[in-house]
């Protein structure tokens, strides 16, 4: 059944966008007010509320916050993602970066890296992939850990399921395709070997001691997320990236975002097609 879009009026657009902004850092454009509308007008209606003011009083005071929060978060991220996104940059990584750091670590034989607003988790397995594919049978040797965080508990699930409609696939190689995916009714499960490579968790990259106890990271991806924050949000992740990157690790931007007016000492990786980041020497 189609539900009516309720009208939210500048106010509770407002406040709203407010509420939101506190909790997660995600900064609605006055130009995006259509999105908080229409996307929370059937929860709206599943909740017997007629407008949004008593939806803003059950969100922020009772008993159910927590659980409301999350419920929104499901519904209004934006967590359209896919499989080897940006390709030129993934290239780099696998041949500048990951090479690089299997040559460093070869007798530690570790190597931790993060996806930090991973989605649906078609990033991180990409990376999975990428991986198994640079080691070949050395993978055994090594502990190789991949995380993926959201904020979105229903797009880690999906995550986890593994399973794939055609738009995810898209972009990718037929051949590595084929080797990694069994296609069943229509979508397309991912290989157990590469599941098996990657955990979930959910994190709010807004909460920096959460973050903390992930330990320290070789290589962090942050894409496509940060262009929904402000500065302030922006800052307050780079810094946490910073200080959880290993000393000659590397992190990964969108490339559609930049640290430009962002005050932590990273540099940029001369290489255009990378947007990634290192940290400045003795900083
Ligand atoms: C557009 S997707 C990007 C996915 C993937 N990194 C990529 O580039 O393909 C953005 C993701 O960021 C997540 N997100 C938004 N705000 C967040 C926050 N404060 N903490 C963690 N994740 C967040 C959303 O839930 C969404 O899944």
């Not at 509420?19 to 997660?24: D, E």
């Not at 969100?59 to 996104?85: A, H, K, V, W």
Request: glycine share 4%; proline share 4%; with cysteine.
């Amino acid at each position: 059944m189609a539900v009516a879009n309720l009208t939210m009026s500048p106010a509770q657009f407002e406040s709203l966008r407010k509420v939101v902004y506190k909790r997660s850092g995600i900064y609605f454009q006055d130009s995006k007010k259509y999105v908080l509308e229409s996307r929370l007008s059937r929860r709206l209606e599943e909740l017997g509320f007629s407008n949004f003011d008593e939806y803003l009083m059950f969100l922020t005071t009772g008993p159910y916050q927590t659980d409301e929060f999350q419920e929104m978060f499901n519904r209004i991220t934006i967590n359209e993602t896919s499989f080897f996104r940006n390709e030129p940059q993934l290239e780099v990584f696998e041949k500048q970066v990951l090479s690089k750091l299997l040559e460093a670590r070869k007798s530690k034989k570790q190597l931790r890296i993060w996806s930090s607003a991973s989605s649906t988790g078609e990033e991180p397995y990409t990376l999975a992939i990428q991986l198994h594919r640079s080691l070949g049978v050395r993978l055994s040797d090594w502990n190789i850990e991949i995380l993926g965080t959201d904020i979105s508990q229903k797009a880690l699930e999906t995550a986890q399921s593994g399973k794939y409609a055609s738009y995810s696939i898209r972009s990718m190689n037929p051949l590595i395709l084929k080797r990694y995916f069994t296609e069943e009714d229509g979508f397309f499960k991912l290989d157990p070997t590469i599941m098996s490579m990657v955990r979930f968790e959910l994190l709010n990259l807004k909460d920096a001691y959460a973050a903390k106890r992930f330990g320290t990271w070789d290589v962090i991806f942050c894409r496509n997320v940060m262009i929904y924050f402000d500065d302030a949000m922006k800052t307050h992740c780079v810094k946490m990236f910073h200080d959880q990157l290993a000393d000659d690790g590397t992190l990964f931007i969108g490339h559609s975002e930049s640290l430009r007016n962002i005050p932590v000492p990273f540099e940029p990786m001369p290489i255009p097609q990378a947007f990634s980041y290192m940290k400045k020497a003795g900083a």
